[in-house]
């Protein structure tokens, strides 16, 4: 019997019959690339193209412990955009295929793979490299598509419902008491906090944003208030959210933008609040940390690295994906996806979410669309 790698609550998602599906002689391999880094995001996508692989993995060309996966479909994720001018902690060398998650079917396993089989639905990852229609990964790094879910939307559900997890559960300790502001919560990983607080029960649940029509998405994913900083000026961010929360403040912060925003959602804490933080989108924190905030209010701030929690402590992930998918299952968790582009308009793909113009997640999808639509279960 093959075991799953995320713990014994998810052994029935391998239990599943297999789509009996390799890659067809007709498919054309291609692949995205940044050709060169940019001085600037602008300019780093300008460096992108599409373009025909020509000489893409085979079975033939795996190692111990490794996978070829048939990628149907991949995110792409803020990081992707900042690796474009060098501008995130890992940079890859150009010219390289960018992409850190995708899903699809495996189509050939490597010696010593025991959890995962040729035709199997897989979501995967790496720091580079997931948009191409072939790619070997670590099989440890795959895990099954969560039941319920298409390849597009199994795509944008590791990186940001794992960070989301990291953040809220594993270093802010989240109870359902507890109420909650969710900034830059029209994003992947702000959409995915708000989803998983309302699932953990939390009722007051705050989002905020900068458009009052992509904000109103939140309310069906369990979002309480939003407050919409294109109307509201960012100076008033905290009287805003003391305001609906009965002049009280909130016990969680989750902060991926930071500047005056991050600075904002400090003194809109209550006492003894934890405050997340997630990323620098809207400005760095470096410098805007008010030490005297966090000793009035009893403050605990930390930095949240959902990826490098695992590299420095393996088993943490079982827990940690165990809990997500069974909340996929019980119908609590679902990714949006407002934008799907042919990896043909690799570079539109890009350039909506640099725009903002994204709810959510948006993915590059390959070729056989109509099997992966067949796939979802």
Known sequence: RREPRVGSDCQHILAQPAMAVCPAASVVPMRVVVRDLGQDIPSGLGQLCVEQDPSPPNAAALGIGEVLVHVFAASVNFPDLLMTCGRYQYKPEPPYTPGTEAAGIVAGVGADVTHIAAGDRVICARRCGMMQSFVIVAAVACMPLPPGLD????????????????????????????AVLINGATGGVGFAAVQLARALGCTTVVATGTSA????ALRAAGASDIVDLAATPVGGLADAVKALTGGRGVD????????????????????????AIVGFAGGDNSRSIRANYALI???????????????RGAAVEATRMSHLYRLVAEGKLKPHVSHRFPVEQAKA?????????VVGKCVVTFEDAAVARESKL
């Open 349 to 357: 793909a890009f350039e909506v979410l640099q725009n903002r113009q």
């Open 151 to 178: 390849f597009a939307e199994g795509a944008s559900f590791n990186v940001a419902y794992s960070t989301a997890y990291h953040c809220l559960v594993e270093r802010a300790r989240l109870e359902p008491r507890d």
């Open 213 to 216: 029509a992509r904000l109103e």
């Open 297 to 311: 209010k009893g403050l605990a701030i930390f930095g949240c690295r959902a990826g490098e929690s695992i590299r």
């Open 252 to 275: 969680v912060v989750f902060d991926p933008v930071g500047g005056e925003i991050f600075e904002q959602s400090l003194r809109a804490t209550a006492w003894g609040a934890r405050v």
